[in-house]
């Protein structure tokens, strides 16, 4: 079975200063990885999403995420964070040939303070 | 394009009741999943349903059930609602098999 671990809970950070979420994954097989934002009583948004090929990956908003297989790590970046970008950010992963069944990380708190 | 649509936004329940869940996948998507998210245990994976069959099942008990429509609605169903069962209740649509969902804005369900 496949875990998720998001190694910090909260990251504060002060706008337009440079930001990393940290994500490690645990599969014995190939995976599919994701990060999803979670605003305040909203659902989940896919940020951006690794399948296959090239290892950085650009999502929205101008975040983007580096697949680490040696690492086996899946870390978000934004070079530069807007107030706006304050929410919870999960990574997910999902195993080839096991359907959409979505495994997440305990999340992290970005709070971009001004 | 509409999004995933769930109804209701809000419930509230007492335990020992039922409830019935909806989630309407975007047009053209064949696979809906379920989680539940709470405070303790975060987003776990419930069920997913593709093509009106289920396909996978997360760790719950049987208490906790869901189907899909031949028009890909999918609805779930807890029976004898206990306190734990207050959390957010989440419906994704794909397009299939390991592709990105796009998740509802949710069902919030408190128990009383």
């Known amino acids: 079975a496949q875990s998720v671990t998001q190694l910090d809970s909260q990251v504060p950070v002060f706008e337009e200063a440079p930001v990393e979420l940290r994500c490690n994954y645990s599969?014995?097989?190939?995976?599919?990885l994701f990060w999803y934002v979670q605003y305040p009583n909203q659902g989940l948004q896919l940020l951006l999403k690794?399948?296959?090929?090239?290892?950085l990956v650009k999502g929205i908003n101008g975040f983007e995420a580096e697949f680490n297989k040696s690492q086996t790590s899946f870390h978000l970046r934004k070079p530069s964070v807007l107030i706006s970008d304050t929410a919870e950010y999960f990574c997910?992963?999902?195993?080839?040939?096991?359907?959409?069944?979505?495994?997440f990380g305990g999340g992290t708190r970005l709070m971009v303070k001004p | 394009k509409a999004g995933v649509t769930q109804t209701p936004r809000y419930l509230i329940k007492t335990r020992g009741q039922q409830v019935t869940l909806s989630c309407s996948p975007i047009?053209?998507?064949?696979?809906v999943s379920w989680y539940q998210q709470t405070p303790g245990q975060g987003l776990q994976f419930l069920f997913e349903?593709?093509?009106?069959?289920?396909?996978n099942k997360g760790n719950f008990p049987g208490r906790f059930s869901g189907r899909q429509f031949s028009n890909s609605r999918s609805e779930m169903n807890v029976s004898t609602l206990e306190l734990g069962d207050s959390a957010l209740y989440l419906c994704?649509?794909?397009?299939?098999?390991?592709?990105?969902?796009?998740f509802g804005d949710g069902t919030r369900l408190s128990i009383l």
């Open positions: 997910a992963v999902s195993e080839l040939r096991a359907g959409n069944m979505l495994t």
């Open positions: 599969s014995s097989v190939s995976v599919y």
């Open positions: 690794y399948l296959s090929g090239s290892t």
């Open positions: 047009s053209g998507h064949r696979s």
């Open positions: 349903y593709f093509s009106e069959t289920q396909r």
């Open positions: 994704a649509s794909a397009t299939g098999p390991g592709q990105p969902q796009h």
